[in-house]
């Protein structure tokens, strides 16, 4: 989208500050999520606090080749993981739903949201607990990806949410983006690309949600709706299931990223300043953006 590209370059790394650290700006309006996500949260929070650790290997209906594929996800291999999963689906005559889910979950590790969504799509709909929270990270993964992040596990902190917190500070005002490319936004434009990314990111805040309800010792979907809820503005809570989980984070190959992402939510200071760098497009570095009245 247009006005992601031009806004990245220079924004005001206070705005989203503020917002991460608990502060009230004075023209920002608070992020629109269901009411009873708050409550599904603290619901969450505490079933994980004396939930085992549930391993998707050992889940019923979990393919031949599930424990392979975990056990390279858990080793940090995730391209060993990808070639196990592909290998296997291309072994059957028929592929079954749950092999396309596991690659999905290769797919995810490998940053290939698409593809895992493809995959998920093509094994249909499940309420297994994995393919829930698969449908959840690879959404939110796949509109990162869209809005110039990169990677499997991008930052807490991306350049889309810090566009979006500063045109959101103008109150849905046109806005006019001046660099290499000027771009002028209608009204309408700044609050459809606002309510997208609060859409997106609430939408998928609910299938990380839906997926502990189902097995609620998963901790890639604790880990997963942590990030969404401090994405949407649940600072509090986002802070609380971050400390719940931590103990659950060691030794895994995703403990660096969760501290980070900890780190980033407690101080977001390092996370701005690194949002507002990105790489963009040849010609497209915005120079300033000013909300119009």
């Known amino acids: 989208m247009i006005w992601l590209v031009a806004a990245l370059g220079l924004v005001a ?3 989203l500050a503020m917002i991460f650290l608990g502060r009230r700006a004075r023209r920002r309006r608070a992020p629109v999520v269901a009411a009873d996500l708050g409550a599904r949260l603290a619901g969450a929070i505490q079933a994980l606090a004396g939930a085992p650790p549930w391993q998707p290997a050992a889940a019923p209906g979990a393919p031949t080749t599930a424990a ?3 056990a390279a996800l858990i080793s940090g291999d995730p391209g060993r993981a990808l070639e196990l999963a592909e290998a296997a689906l291309a072994a059957m005559p028929e592929p079954d739903a749950a092999a396309r889910i596991w690659l999905a979950w290769a797919l995810c ?4 949201p698409r593809a895992a969504l ?3 799509a093509k094994a249909g709909a499940s309420d297994h607990a994995l393919a829930v929270y698969l449908a959840a990270r690879a959404a939110s993964l ?3 990806h869209g809005h110039g992040a990169r990677g499997a596990m991008p930052p807490l902190i991306t350049t889309g949410d810090l566009a979006v917190v500063t045109l959101g500070r103008g109150r ?3 806005a006019w983006l001046a660099g290499a490319t000027d771009v002028q936004l209608s009204a309408a434009q700044v609050q459809a690309a606002i309510a997208e990314h609060r859409e997106v990111t609430a939408r998928c805040l609910a299938g990380a949600l839906d997926a502990l309800d189902r097995a609620p010792g998963f901790a890639d979907a604790a ?3 942590a990030r969404l809820a401090a994405k949407a503005g649940l600072i509090g809570p986002a802070r609380a299931l971050f400390a719940s989980l931590a ?3 060691l030794g895994r190959p995703d403990a660096a990223a969760f501290e980070r992402d900890r780190s980033d939510l407690a101080d977001p200071t390092r996370a701005v300043a690194a949002a507002k760098q990105p790489p963009l497009d040849k010609g497209q570095r915005s120079r300033s953006l000013r909300v119009l009245p």
């Open 68 to 70: 392979a594929i975990e």
């Open 13 to 15: 790394a206070s705005a």
């Open 142 to 144: 796949h509109f990162e």
């Open 247 to 249: 103990p659950r984070m």
């Open 223 to 225: 880990y997963l709706a």
């Open 172 to 174: 849905g005002s046109a």
């Open 118 to 120: 493809d995959q998920l």
């Open 109 to 112: 590790a490998n940053a290939q």
